[in-house]
């Protein structure tokens, strides 16, 4: 995605990362491409559980397939910027930091919209079980995918335009280890009042909405599961959720502790909170699933068994 703006005199920024202190940038390299291959992987190997076991042919793993795929897409379009930054020169092109940030609210808000696609998903399961199958018929999985993954590119697009259009002609020291909304508009000597309110308005109720989906569906989850006579029923329904309602808390509170805040506070501090939701909840999304969830763990069984009799010589 070229994006130029006519007006601006930067052509690049410097990307000041996690550090600046030059031994740190060999052990935080290591840390990060670490993880990043941990990511890669951990998902992956989700993916092809869910695509090669039959018995993981519903809604909730198709709609957690997708999940991983975009945490695939969302960590590369971090983690390999950072490593560059960490051995060699910290600068990034005007046209390639918008691109990061494109696809960084573009797949981070997939993520969000996801997460609430899943727990319509459990509500349903649990509230409505008589009717689960005709409620998410596979027509309605791709098309709650499909709107999951293009309003958020839209959204996207929305504010890289309006971005674009500000001028940078004062310092191009970006203190983040991202090109992110808020550091890059502290750079601008033009007026930022029109995007301000963009992100105070349609950005919030992107952000919210999922959130307030999630919410409400678990409070309804919670009320039928009051509802169960058995102690044992009511573990087997929490313990359907227990793994999303992880992955909500970690993805949700780093990115409320970011972006729900004026712009004037943004801090170096906020960096944890954005490897949190961009680095650690990606990572962590496969240990969490897989480990809460007994048909998740059969189906990688199967998956290691099948690749180890192929490996084997005949």
């Given at each position: 995605?070229?994006?130029?703006?006519?007006?601006?005199?930067?052509?690049?920024?410097?990307?000041?990362?996690?550090?600046?202190?030059?031994?740190?940038?060999?052990?935080?390299?290591?840390?990060?491409?670490?993880?990043?291959?941990?990511?890669?992987?951990?998902?992956?190997?989700?993916?092809?559980?869910?695509?090669?076991?039959?018995?993981?042919?519903?809604?909730?793993?198709?709609?957690?397939?997708f999940l991983?795929?975009?945490?695939?897409?969302?960590?590369?379009?971090?983690?390999?910027?950072?490593?560059?930054?960490?051995?060699?020169?910290?600068?990034?092109?005007?046209?390639?930091?918008?691109?990061?940030?494109?696809?960084?609210?573009?797949?981070?808000?997939?993520?969000?919209?996801?997460?609430?696609?899943?727990?319509?998903?459990?509500?349903?399961?649990?509230?409505?079980?008589?009717?689960?199958?005709?409620?998410?018929?596979?027509?309605?999985?791709?098309?709650?995918?499909?709107?999951?993954?293009?309003?958020?590119?839209?959204?996207?697009?929305l504010h890289?335009?309006?971005?674009?259009?500000?001028?940078?002609?004062?310092?191009?020291?970006?203190?983040?280890?991202?090109?992110?909304?808020?550091?890059?508009?502290?750079?601008?000597?033009?007026?930022?009042?029109?995007?301000?309110?963009?992100?105070?308005?349609?950005?919030?109720?992107?952000?919210?909405?999922?959130?307030?989906?999630?919410?409400?569906?678990?409070?309804?989850?919670?009320?039928?599961?009051?509802?169960?006579?058995?102690?044992?029923?009511?573990?087997?329904?929490?313990?359907?959720?227990?793994?999303?309602?992880?992955?909500?808390?970690?993805?949700?509170?780093?990115?409320?502790?970011?972006?729900?805040?004026?712009?004037?506070?943004?801090?170096?501090?906020?960096?944890?909170?954005?490897?949190?939701?961009?680095?650690?909840?990606?990572?962590?999304?496969?240990f969490i699933?897989?480990?809460?969830?007994?048909?998740?763990?059969?189906?990688?069984?199967?998956?290691?068994?099948?690749?180890?009799?192929?490996?084997?010589?005949?």
């Amino acid at each position: 995605m070229a994006v130029v703006n006519q007006t601006s005199s930067v052509s690049e920024f410097i990307l000041l990362g996690l550090s600046s202190r030059p031994e740190d940038q060999k052990p935080l390299f290591i840390l990060f491409l670490t993880m990043y291959l941990v990511t890669i992987i951990g998902n992956l190997l989700i993916i092809l559980a869910i695509h090669s076991d039959s018995q993981l042919q519903t809604p909730m793993y198709f709609f957690l397939s997708f999940l991983s795929f975009t945490d695939i897409c969302f960590t590369t379009t971090v983690v390999p910027r950072m490593l560059v930054n960490f051995l060699s020169e910290k600068t990034i092109s005007y046209a390639g930091c918008l691109t990061q940030m494109y696809f960084i609210y573009a797949l981070g808000n997939t993520d969000s919209c996801l997460l609430a696609v899943m727990a319509f998903d459990r509500y349903v399961a649990i509230c409505d079980p008589f009717h689960y199958v005709t409620t998410m018929n596979h027509h309605r999985c791709v098309l709650l995918v499909a709107f999951s993954c293009s309003l958020p590119h839209l959204h996207s697009l929305l504010h890289t335009l309006l971005l674009n259009r500000l001028i940078f002609c004062d310092s191009s020291v970006i203190h983040h280890f991202l090109c992110d909304l808020s550091p890059l508009m502290k750079l601008s000597c033009s007026s930022t009042f029109v995007n301000e309110i963009v992100i105070m308005s349609e950005g919030s109720v992107l952000l919210v909405t999922p959130f307030l989906c999630i919410t409400f569906s678990y409070l309804r989850i919670f009320i039928a599961v009051l509802k169960i006579p058995s102690a044992a029923g009511k573990c087997k329904a929490f313990s359907t959720c227990g793994s999303h309602l992880t992955v909500v808390t970690l993805f949700y509170g780093s990115i409320f502790y970011v972006y729900l805040q004026p712009l004037s506070t943004y801090t170096a501090r906020d960096h944890i909170a954005t490897l949190a939701y961009t680095v650690l909840s990606s990572m962590l999304n496969p240990f969490i699933y897989s480990l809460r969830n007994k048909d998740l763990k059969q189906g990688l069984r199967k998956l290691m068994g099948r690749r180890k009799s192929q490996a084997e010589p005949s």
